[in-house]
């Protein structure tokens, strides 16, 4: 069964573009067909991805306002697993009529049941740092949502406003909306902002983070300068490795998930 996660936090710079980026080129090395949906108007995911805007053939919102057919924005990536769907928003007015477009609540998850997305096993989707809007639509359309944090007492609050406006995604829209799990990245061991950071989140959310920690590498950064995925240019490096373990960790949650499933039916 199909599994699509936003990576969403109403937060700047925690690693979302980062995560959906690493996490979804892992997906594919573990031979998941995998598709990667840039839904942020700042277009980084696109840009990390190594597109250039002449070499699109067009976006996510041509979709979302019929100009283009779901199948005439989907790109190949050197992974043969891997596809993707840029964000390609050239001025506020493009970005205005985004947001009017977009208002239509089930609209994308219209998007996401057309039958050339059925062959994937993973949608993974880049959201922006603000919960109105393209967030809210993302929310209502995905199985579940991936929240990555870095340390400070922002993060928790960001956390808490996320956890508020899931319960009323859930209760409003999507019941089936579940929290994937809190992924800590940027990670620093024996320092006190992490000490804490988990003491807070360990407080209000225990049972949702992650088992997987992604450490602060300098290699991710790097990664963005050859616009590409670091677990594709460097898949030994220390951030590369945490992406392909968090991945092992999200398949192998839901194949548990399928085998309960067999055993008790819903
Ligand atoms: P925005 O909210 O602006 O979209 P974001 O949440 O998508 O930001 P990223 O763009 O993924 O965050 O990351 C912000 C910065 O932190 C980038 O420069 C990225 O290279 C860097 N970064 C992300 N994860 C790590 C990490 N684990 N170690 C070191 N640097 C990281
Ligand atoms: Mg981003």
Redesign the pocket.
Known sequence: MQKRIA?A?P???????????NLAASLAISEKKTLLIDF?P?G??TA?MGYRSYELKGDIFQVFSFTKSIENVIHNTELPNLDFIPCQISSSEIEERVARITRNIYLFENILNLEPLMKYDYIII????YLSGLTTIALSAVNSVIL?V?AGHFSIMALLKMNSHIKWVKENINRNLEIEGILL???ESKTKAWELTRKAINRYFENHVMKTI???????????FYRKPSVIIDGSAR?SV?YKKLASEIIEKNSEKKEYSKIVPS
């Open positions: 990576i936090l937060k700047g710079g925690v690693g979302k573009t980062t995560t959906a980026l942020d700042s980084t995911c990390c880049d959201c922006p740092p990555p870095k990245t940027m990670y992604i450490p602060k590498n300098i290699s991710l950064t790097e990664a963005e951030g945490a």
